[in-house]
């Protein structure tokens, strides 16, 4: 049983969209919210990263939105490129293990 | 900084035969390392977890027998697939962790089970 939900499982979007994942958690206990990028046979690499006490952060074209209270968080790629197509995935954690949604697969066509 | 390898990055071997995949970080001592299976278009499902001079936790379903885990050093864990079978044939990932916090993960090791 999935303890993150992740919607949707794949989306297209063109060059210079936005692309949004949504997560949503049960377990009140995680404390840490991170998205990873995946690339076909490659292994996942840490994108952007947030605690519960703050409802956003931003690294360059990449942003999360953390709702505490509806236990959800999403990401926002902006300017989406070709270089973004890849699985997404959002996990959380309470101490040290790590769950994972099912991922979001991206398709940004130029 | 915080590089993970493994090794091999594909094994195709027969069944019934037992496979070894090393896990090491580079630049850095892992004080814990973690094991995952993915299956094609699925999420990585945690296998077990180990720390350095300490047995593996498995997670449930998971059998400690045919998935063989050892973590003899902070920078090296292998993970030994014992009379593999077909069914065995997935993409085995690692990560490494510093003091349980951020996890690195490896490029993965792709094993074919013919």
């Known amino acids: 049983q999935q303890q993150v939900k992740q919607s949707p499982q794949s989306l297209i979007v063109q060059k210079g969209g936005i692309s949004i994942i949504n997560c949503a958690y049960e377990n009140t206990a995680f404390d840490y919210f991170p998205w990873y990028q995946q690339f076909p046979g490659k292994g996942p690499a840490l994108l952007i990263a947030i605690r519960p006490d703050v409802s956003e952060k931003k690294e360059g074209r990449f942003t999360i939105s953390f709702n505490k209270s509806a236990k959800q968080f999403s990401l926002h790629i902006m300017d989406s490129q070709p270089g973004d197509s890849a699985t997404y995935f959002c996990?959380?954690?309470?101490?040290?293990?790590?769950?994972f949604g099912a991922g979001t697969t991206v398709t940004v066509r130029a | 900084g915080a590089v993970v390898s493994q090794h091999p990055s594909r094994v195709i071997c027969k069944s019934g035969t037992s496979v070894k995949i090393e896990c090491r970080s580079l630049d850095f001592q892992a004080t814990t390392m973690f094991w995952y299976r993915q299956f094609p278009k699925q999420s990585l499902m945690l296998m077990a977890t180990s720390n350095e001079g300490s047995k593996a936790t498995y997670e449930q379903g998971v059998e400690k027998d045919k998935f063989l885990i050892n973590h003899a050093s902070l920078t090296l864990s292998t993970l030994t697939v014992t009379s593999a079978h077909p069914e065995d044939s997935s993409f085995y990932i690692c990560?490494?962790?510093?003091?349980?916090?951020?996890?690195?993960f490896g490029p993965g090791t792709r094993l074919t089970v013919t």
């Open positions: 990560s490494a962790s510093i003091r349980a916090y951020e996890q690195y």
């Open positions: 996990a959380g954690r309470p101490l040290y293990k790590l769950s």
